[in-house]
């Protein structure tokens, strides 16, 4: 079940592979996720050390789960992975252009995942493309629909 999803990401990137990353969580953000108070547009994943950081995925506590102590919105969230996986995305993220996106935020066994992608930031041109694309299977849509309907 998806919890939050980065729908600018495949406007802005090309997704070359993704990844799911267990998050470190405290529970007032636990609360507020399960609320849907979580905002990833502008998340990004940094590598510091060897591991990985969520940076930028605003989580806004709820004014009933956080009276003892003082959340910060937009912390910086400990990303889980295997040894080996980082270390091969750190390969990755060192050649040009590679970037790592969260792409969406989902349970699975009742823990709260993050999916992060490896891709590559679009041109201005790339991007435009994109654009006369989405509106062309619309617009595609629109007239199988109206064909579809008009038949006698």
């Known amino acids: 079940m998806s919890i939050a999803e980065n729908r600018r990401a495949n406007f802005d990137y090309h997704i070359e592979e993704r990844h799911e ?3 470190v969580l405290q529970g007032w953000e636990i609360k ?5 108070q979580v905002q990833l547009t502008d998340g990004y994943v940094v590598i510091r050390d060897g591991e990985l950081y ?4 605003r ?3 709820l004014r009933s789960a956080s009276t003892h102590i003082h959340p910060e919105a937009d912390r910086t969230k400990k990303l889980l992975m295997h040894k080996e996986e ?4 750190i390969g990755k993220v060192e ?4 970037t790592l996106v969260p792409m969406n935020l989902h349970y699975k066994g009742g823990r709260v995942k993050a999916e992060i992608a ?3 930031g679009k041109a201005e041109h790339d991007k435009r493309d ?3 694309k989405r509106d062309w299977d619309r617009e595609k849509g629109r007239l199988m629909r109206h064909k579809v309907s008009s038949k006698p």
């Open 130 to 132: 994109t654009e006369k």
């Open 54 to 57: 969520l940076i930028g995925c």
């Open 21 to 23: 990353a267990g998050m």
């Open 59 to 61: 989580i806004n506590a």
């Open 86 to 89: 980082i270390k091969r995305l």
């Open 118 to 120: 490896l891709a590559k």
């Open 95 to 98: 050649q040009k252009g590679f």
């Open 32 to 36: 507020a996720v399960r609320a849907g």
